[in-house]
């Protein structure tokens, strides 16, 4: 790994992979300032391939098409990533294209991407897990950015202009951290050089990040939503944890492992799903970000299943709190992650979205081989400790399901 900064202070770290046709090139720059509209920063992403002055839409796709570029957008919860991935001897290309879009978007026609946003968001509601995933971040995360969901941007997309759009995207362009990320076939040399002409007009500002951190719950809090058509009951509970900075973090990672991540091997796959038949989906998502993170298991089940699919839920996460796993299970868990980790760097791109994140995180990009080697050190009795630590806190817990089923679980009143 190379460590470089350009010529406006953007750090750049180069990996290079010999042999492989395709380099990618990623960009992160950090969130500073939360939304004032719900949707903001997703429709500022979604705006920057709608034209330039230079180009339009059209233009913009049949560029991409025909020289088989992959140039992309995304807002993740604590940055926005932006993707490059082309033929080695295109980079120049590629690269101009992206100069253009960050210096000449003109975020023109909106309101149609605001249309099309409300259509698609509407349209993913109807599915009942996507329904209750949104409710159950609005409770666990509740007055905070991080549960800002589809419902939301629905009902405050249309509030937003223009102005607001450019004042945002000039934010992420001169007003954040910024890190560059690159792998492939490269020759630092030029592709620094490249970077340079390019990317000029991007500054960055590392002052502290304000945004609030997520809190506690003070209270087990219960969400439902009541949904007649419903075949299966959408079941997520879960507590908040720590950031992606705790020491915890690699305990955290094999409880995962342990409980829900593995698939057929994990604890609640082998105790919902083959002992009692209870699911058609189990599983367990750590989220750890940069504000504060969860810990959530989730199930799809029958609907006249949610009180013994709670008690299933229960059941083992007390076990994991007061029962010493097996040395089996937990070298299990162990070689079950780390092959997963694997392959988070099998392509030029993954690897540099891998790295970029973990440099923009302050982390460092080598962050993945000190997990790991953490990984391996973790002992019985740290699961054990970890689990008790963040499993006696206050839970959140969302269900879907007819309201008749939701009556017989005691979730609401006859």
């Given at each position: 790994?190379?460590?470089?900064?350009?010529?406006?202070?953007?750090?750049?770290?180069?990996?290079?992979?010999?042999?492989?046709?395709?380099?990618?090139?990623?960009?992160?720059?950090?969130?500073?300032?939360?939304?004032?509209?719900?949707?903001?920063?997703?429709?500022?992403?979604?705006?920057?391939?709608?034209?330039?002055?230079?180009?339009?839409?059209?233009?913009?796709?049949?560029?991409?098409?025909?020289?088989?570029?992959?140039?992309?957008?995304?807002?993740?919860?604590d940055y926005i990533r932006f993707k490059i991935l082309c033929l080695n001897?295109?980079?120049?290309?590629?690269?101009?294209?992206?100069?253009?879009?960050?210096?000449?978007?003109?975020?023109?026609?909106?309101?149609?991407?605001?249309?099309?946003?409300?259509?698609?968001?509407?349209?993913?509601?109807?599915?009942?897990?996507?329904?209750?995933?949104?409710?159950?971040?609005?409770?666990?995360?509740?007055?905070?950015?991080?549960?800002?969901?589809?419902?939301?941007?629905?009902?405050?997309?249309d509030s937003i202009t223009k102005e607001d759009l450019i004042n945002i995207?000039?934010?992420?362009?001169?007003?954040?951290?910024?890190?560059?990320?690159?792998?492939?076939?490269?020759?630092?040399?030029?592709?620094?050089?490249?970077?340079?002409?390019?990317?000029?007009?991007?500054?960055?500002?590392?002052?502290?990040?304000?945004?609030?951190?997520?809190?506690?719950?003070?209270?087990?809090?219960?969400?439902?939503?009541?949904?007649?058509?419903?075949?299966?009951?959408?079941?997520?509970?879960?507590?908040?944890?720590?950031?992606?900075?705790?020491?915890?973090?690699?305990?955290?990672?094999?409880?995962?492992?342990?409980?829900?991540?593995?698939?057929?091997?994990?604890?609640?796959?082998?105790?919902?799903?083959?002992?009692?038949?209870?699911?058609?989906?189990?599983?367990?998502?750590?989220?750890?970000?940069?504000?504060?993170?969860?810990?959530?298991?989730?199930?799809?089940?029958?609907?006249?299943?949610?009180?013994?699919?709670?008690?299933?839920?229960?059941?083992?996460?007390?076990?994991?709190?007061?029962?010493?796993?097996?040395?089996?299970?937990?070298?299990?868990?162990?070689?079950?992650?780390?092959?997963?980790?694997?392959?988070?760097?099998?392509?030029?791109?993954?690897?540099?979205?891998?790295?970029?994140?973990?440099?923009?995180?302050?982390?460092?990009?080598?962050?993945?081989?000190?997990?790991?080697?953490?990984?391996?050190?973790?002992?019985?009795?740290?699961?054990?400790?970890?689990?008790?630590?963040?499993?006696?806190?206050?839970?959140?817990?969302?269900?879907?399901?007819?309201?008749?089923?939701?009556?017989?679980?005691?979730?609401?009143?006859?």
């Amino acid at each position: 790994m190379e460590t470089y900064t350009l010529n406006n202070g953007i750090k750049t770290i180069i990996k290079k992979n010999k042999s492989t046709p395709r380099t990618a090139v990623v960009l992160c720059a950090q969130i500073n300032v939360d939304e004032t509209k719900a949707g903001l920063y997703y429709l500022m992403c979604q705006m920057l391939f709608q034209g330039t002055k230079n180009r339009n839409s059209e233009q913009i796709a049949n560029e991409l098409d025909e020289n088989a570029i992959d140039l992309s957008v995304e807002k993740k919860y604590d940055y926005i990533r932006f993707k490059i991935l082309c033929l080695n001897e295109d980079i120049d290309y590629a690269l101009e294209i992206f100069q253009d879009i960050i210096e000449n978007s003109t975020f023109d026609d909106f309101e149609k991407e605001i249309i099309k946003t409300k259509g698609e968001f509407e349209s993913d509601l109807d599915s009942a897990k996507i329904l209750a995933q949104d409710e159950y971040y609005r409770t666990i995360f509740k007055n905070h950015p991080y549960s800002i969901g589809r419902k939301e941007v629905i009902e405050q997309i249309d509030s937003i202009t223009k102005e607001d759009l450019i004042n945002i995207f000039n934010d992420i362009k001169y007003n954040t951290r910024k890190i560059i990320s690159v792998a492939g076939d490269v020759e630092s040399k030029k592709i620094i050089e490249l970077l340079n002409n390019h990317l000029s007009t991007l500054k960055i500002n590392n002052t502290e990040n304000k945004r609030e951190k997520v809190k506690a719950l003070e209270s087990d809090v219960i969400s439902v939503i009541k949904k007649e058509d419903a075949n299966q009951a959408q079941i997520f509970k879960g507590w908040i944890f720590p950031d992606i900075y705790s020491n915890d973090y690699p305990a955290i990672v094999l409880l995962n492992t342990i409980l829900g991540s593995s698939g057929l091997s994990s604890r609640l796959f082998m105790e919902l799903r083959e002992k009692q038949g209870l699911a058609y989906t189990v599983r367990s998502i750590s989220e750890p970000y940069l504000l504060g993170g969860s810990f959530t298991v989730y199930i799809a089940t029958e609907p006249k299943n949610i009180e013994v699919s709670l008690k299933g839920f229960e059941r083992e996460i007390n076990k994991i709190m007061t029962e010493m796993i097996g040395e089996e299970e937990l070298e299990n868990a162990k070689n079950n992650a780390i092959g997963k980790r694997q392959f988070y760097r099998e392509t030029n791109l993954l690897e540099a979205c891998l790295n970029g994140y973990y440099e923009l995180m302050n982390l460092g990009s080598d962050f993945e081989e000190k997990l790991i080697s953490s990984i391996k050190k973790v002992t019985k009795e740290q699961i054990l400790e970890t689990a008790e630590k963040y499993f006696a806190r206050n839970s959140a817990l969302c269900v879907l399901a007819p309201q008749k089923n939701l009556e017989e679980a005691g979730l609401i009143n006859k």
